[in-house]
């Protein structure tokens, strides 16, 4: 099992910046990719970055491009969400997750049923 606890939500104006951390322990041997998912009140799950805890490879949705980045640091088994320029839209609970690359794979997946672990969220509200 993995364990991911997300932290740094809160409420921003838009054009602000935030940054969510993601916290992994337990089995984290087994997750070499780790990615961050959003979703608002009525809306699906979207997928918002990923990364590869071994290589730095990153894939992110095409509505974040250019304004998030996605970082790790290996040593903490931490997984970052960099926040720029915030939007109204931007605002949902944000869950971090982690996909199990050795039964699965090393490739980045943008899917949610591609994914084995979640954190329990945290809110970020943008407003204008």
């Known amino acids: 099992q993995v364990q991911l606890v997300e932290s740094g939500g809160g409420l921003v104006q838009a054009g602000d910046s935030l940054r969510l951390s993601c916290a992994a322990s337990?089995?984290?041997?087994?997750?070499?990719?780790m990615g961050w998912f959003r979703q608002a009140p009525g809306k699906e799950r979207e997928f918002v970055a990923a990364?590869?805890?071994?290589?730095?490879?990153?894939l992110y949705g095409d509505s974040v491009k250019g304004r998030f980045t996605i970082s790790r640091d290996n040593a903490k088994i931490t997984v970052y969400l960099q926040m720029n320029s915030l939007k109204p839209e931007d605002t949902a609970v944000y869950y971090c997750?982690?996909?199990?690359?050795?039964?699965?794979?090393?490739?980045?997946?943008?899917?949610?049923?591609?994914?084995?672990?979640w954190g329990q969220g945290t809110q970020v509200t943008v407003s204008s």
């Open positions: 997750a982690a996909r199990n690359t050795q039964v699965r794979g090393l490739s980045l997946r943008t899917r949610r049923s591609e994914y084995d672990y």
């Open positions: 990364i590869s805890r071994s290589t730095g490879n990153t």
């Open positions: 337990g089995r984290t041997f087994s997750c070499d990719s």
